[in-house]
């Protein structure tokens, strides 16, 4: 049972390099997000998907990008590579809406020097 | 907005007493709360999670916590803290319908001491 993978664990970006986090789930999950965790914010919402095909924006998209093209994949991509982004980074997904809870990934942790 | 609010930054309690982690919420119906548990340089664990019904919802670990609708709160607790707990704790709430988000707070520290 691998649940929710992210890869890689670690990486160290320079300013303006880009890169793809990547996230996948056989758990057959429609619902999967992206958060970031900094030093007591908690998680902060990226970007979500309700299903294959379909994404939206949380509460920091800027600087981000995401695409659905399965339900077991959910990549989040950087274009640009700023400090601002150095955080540990999240993959979750859920089964459905509402009352059924989320399954995290290991992290991302992301230094962008 | 939907939001979740853990006033408490960190928590301190000595092994054996009991332990209460705070945690109050703003959402427009009903509310899915949740609480999550992190170990450091791990993801996070599911917890617990209150629907609808019986307001004292049992979990993981012993853990359990309490729904209070007139309060809008959902405090985490355990009667008798091992020093195995010391964690960051996350209490959440999904937003439900079409657009259903889940949504975090800031966590609160829980560092229990021998």
């Known amino acids: 049972n691998a649940g929710v993978t992210q890869t890689p664990k670690f990486r160290i970006l320079k300013i303006g390099q880009s890169m793809t986090l990547q996230c996948t789930q056989d758990?057959?999950?429609?619902?999967m997000y992206w958060y970031r965790q900094d030093p007591g914010m908690g998680l902060k919402l990226i970007y979500y998907s309700v299903g294959a095909g379909i994404t939206d924006k949380g509460e920091v998209p800027n600087g981000y990008n995401v695409s659905r093209s399965t339900t077991e994949d959910f990549p989040l991509r950087l274009e640009l590579a700023a400090p601002s982004q150095t955080s540990v980074y999240f993959c979750?997904?859920?089964?459905?809406?509402?009352?059924?809870?989320?399954?995290f990934g290991q992290g991302t942790r992301l230094t962008v020097v | 907005a939907q939001s979740v609010a853990q006033p408490e930054d960190q928590v301190n309690v000595a092994e054996g007493n009991p332990l209460t982690v705070k945690c109050t919420y703003s959402?427009?119906?009903?509310?899915?709360l949740f609480w999550y548990v992190q170990y450091p340089n791990r993801g996070l664990q599911f917890l617990l999670k209150?629907?609808?019904?019986?307001?004292l919802v049992k979990g993981s670990y012993g853990f359990e916590a309490e729904f209070n609708k007139s309060q809008t709160s959902f405090h985490l607790k355990k009667p008798s803290a091992l020093v195995s707990d010391s964690a960051l704790y996350f209490c959440?709430?999904?937003?439900?319908?079409?657009?259903?988000?889940?949504?975090f707070g800031t966590g609160t520290r829980l560092q229990v001491f021998p």
């Open positions: 209150y629907i609808t019904g019986d307001n």
């Open positions: 959440a709430v999904r937003t439900g319908g079409i657009t259903d988000k889940l949504i």
């Open positions: 758990m057959n999950h429609n619902y």
């Open positions: 979750a997904s859920s089964i459905r809406q509402g009352a059924t809870e989320a399954f």
């Open positions: 959402v427009s119906g009903n509310p899915y």
